[in-house]
């Protein structure tokens, strides 16, 4: 079973309309969240980490995490064709040393 | 801020040669940096984490011996693969996570080295 699941996609979303992403995660020691964005042939790019139940926003981008319930979303609002990539969601237990457990990603399209 | 580089970008090299790339923080200390393999489609895949002056940890299944790792400084750590054969043709990928406030649990990663072994 994997420890970090993400829908592979891919997501289709016209231009200007909000893409959301979902992650799920297994082990409840889980403290630290991350989204990462990784365009084709390129090394991931950190969009934001999230450490504490609810909403943190940046710019076009909200993270959402609930440890209840053991998931984190994003959210892109105003998608543009630029985003189109595969969304990498990451998980840190600190007790693991700092490793990130990755979820297989995401693959968003934004369609003009 | 949290910029990290690598060197070079991309390398291609005969069978049988060895590789070493460069891992390089450079607005932070980085006190631990891990090297990741990523293949066409794939995902990312941990293969070692190594903390300045303390030997690297492996992953199960990487080997050690050819994947030698040295992270000597706070800014720099290096992967040399050991004679090179095709099959570690791959995208190679450091990050690394600094000391103080937010980063330090925060990988950032750098551009990524793209070895062909011929």
């Known amino acids: 079973q994997k420890e970090v699941e993400q829908n592979s996609g891919p997501l289709s979303v016209p231009e200007g309309a909000i893409a959301s992403l979902n992650c799920t995660y297994s082990?409840?020691?889980?403290?630290?969240f991350f989204w990462y964005r990784q365009y084709s042939g390129k090394s991931p790019e950190l969009i934001m980490s999230?450490?504490?139940?609810g909403d943190k926003e940046d710019g076009r981008f909200t993270a959402q995490l609930n440890k209840a319930s053991q998931y984190v979303s994003l959210l892109i609002r105003d998608s543009q064709p630029s985003d189109s990539a595969t969304y990498l969601c990451?998980?840190?237990?600190?007790?693991?040393?700092?490793?990130?457990?990755f979820g297989g990603g995401t693959r968003v399209l934004v369609k003009p | 801020g949290a910029v990290v580089s690598q060197h070079p970008s991309w390398v291609i090299c005969k069978s049988g040669t060895s590789v070493k790339i460069e891992c390089r923080s450079l607005?932070?200390?980085?006190?631990?940096m891990f090297w990741y393999r990523q293949f066409p489609k794939q995902s990312l895949m941990l293969m070692a984490t190594?903390?300045?002056?303390?030997?690297?940890?492996?992953e199960q299944g990487v080997e050690k011996d050819k994947f030698l790792i040295n992270h000597a400084s706070l800014t720099l750590s290096t992967l040399t693969v050991t004679s090179a054969h095709p099959e570690d043709s791959s995208f190679y990928i450091c990050?690394?996570?600094?000391?103080?406030?937010?980063?330090?649990?925060?990988?950032?990663f750098g551009p990524g080295t793209r070895l062909t072994v011929l």
């Open positions: 607005d932070f200390q980085a006190t631990t």
């Open positions: 082990d409840r020691v889980s403290q630290s």
């Open positions: 999230i450490y504490s139940n």
């Open positions: 190594s903390n300045e002056g303390s030997k690297a940890t492996y």
């Open positions: 990050s690394a996570t600094g000391m103080g406030g937010s980063s330090t649990d925060t990988q950032y």
């Open positions: 990451a998980v840190n237990a600190w007790t693991a040393g700092n490793k990130l457990t």
